[in-house]
């Protein structure tokens, strides 16, 4: 049974700080991983989508990276900004999509 | 910005009443999907469709069921709302072709809580 773990499950960071996501997933047997991001009172929005034969995808300040010998995705954000808090989940795609539980980002300004 | 709708949004109901969740998308997605999620944890699929008259239980033992009579609409329906069953249920869909490469577009989910 694949398990995804998130890590940290919260972080606070000042405006302008370059931060790090985790993700580890148990069954390396996926056909990609997604970053999604949640804010409160709305739907997931997809990030990045990283198919298993891609070892990273960026768009704009926010760049994932996988390696999936190991199960680990990490989701780097450049130059912080306050309305980059929101809670971060990774899902990874075997034969259906599976989430951590995510990362609660505040970025004080 | 994908267009998949819920409603209501938020839903405050006492225990033993039928409730049915809405959930639309105009996009012409063939896959649909509901999640539950807990505050603080991860979503957990419950139900899902691969197209008209499709419907498959998902991962998450669920007391709802759910109907796909046309492409756009994936209802989700408790008989008998219990507290237990307070949580949000996200409701999203994905378009036809490999889900490997595709990612999947939500709805802004329904709040439910069973008094």
């Known amino acids: 049974k694949q398990e995804v773990t998130q890590i940290p499950a919260a972080l606070s960071v000042p405006e302008g700080e370059n931060l790090v996501l985790n993700c580890s997933f148990t069954d390396s047997a996926i056909y990609n991983l997604q970053w999604f991001r949640q804010d409160p009172g709305k739907g997931l929005t997809s990030l990045l989508l990283i198919q298993s034969s891609q070892r990273e995808q960026t768009s704009g300040r926010l760049n994932a990276s996988l390696d999936k010998s190991s199960g680990r995705s990490t989701l780097y954000i450049a130059a912080s900004q306050p309305g980059d808090s929101a809670t971060y989940l990774c899902a990874v795609y075997g034969n259906k999509l599976v989430f951590g539980a995510g990362t609660i980002l505040r970025v004080k300004s | 910005e994908a267009d998949i709708y819920q409603t209501p949004r938020y839903l405050v109901i006492g225990t033993g009443k039928k409730i049915t969740l809405e959930c639309s998308q105009t996009m012409g997605h063939d896959k649909m999907y509901w999640y539950q999620q807990d505050p603080g944890m991860e979503l957990h699929l419950i139900h899902y469709?691969?197209?008209?008259?499709?419907?498959e239980k998902g991962d998450l033992s669920s007391e709802s069921t759910v109907s796909r009579i046309r492409t756009e609409h994936f209802p989700l329906t408790l008989e008998s709302a219990r507290p237990s069953h307070t949580s949000q249920y996200l409701c999203?869909?994905?378009?036809?072709?490999?889900?490997?490469?595709?990612?999947?577009?939500f709805g802004p989910g329904t709040r439910l809580l069973v008094l």
């Open positions: 469709s691969y197209g008209v008259n499709s419907t």
């Open positions: 999203a869909s994905s378009p036809t072709g490999t889900t490997r490469e595709k990612t999947q577009y």
